[in-house]
């Protein structure tokens, strides 16, 4: 088992930044790739990125390439999402997950979620 909490979401005006952590506890995640998703209302949860833990690749979506950021510190076991320019339209919550899947894109591809934290990007 792989328990996930993420913290840092909150209210930032367009063109702010923000980082999200996902602290993960119950087991190594060296064979595991983390993802991060967010779902807007009234959307499907929607892809943002994820990050194969062991050799630290990372894969994002278009609508978030160039402006997020995911990381990983083993030592704290800990993924972070950087998000810089962000745009009312990335108001969404947002969660992270893992998976046993070498490169999962689907939410149904992940076996853990975290409870997600609420970002609202404000125009």
């Known amino acids: 088992q792989v328990q996930l909490v993420e913290s840092g979401g909150g209210l930032v005006q367009a063109g702010g930044s923000l980082r999200l952590s996902c602290a993960a506890s119950g087991r190594t995640l060296s064979g595991y790739t983390m993802g991060w998703f967010r779902q807007a209302p009234g959307k499907e949860r929607e892809f943002v990125g994820r990050?194969?833990?062991?050799?630290?690749?990372?894969v994002y979506a278009d609508s978030v390439k160039g402006r997020f950021t995911i990381s990983r510190d083993n030592a704290k076991n800990t993924v972070y999402l950087q998000m810089n320019s962000l745009k009312p339209e990335d108001t969404a919550v947002y969660y992270c997950a893992a998976s046993n899947t070498r490169y999962p894109i689907q939410p149904r591809q992940y076996d853990y979620w975290g409870q997600g934290t609420q970002v609202t990007v404000s125009s």
């Open positions: 990050i194969r833990w062991s050799t630290g690749n990372t």
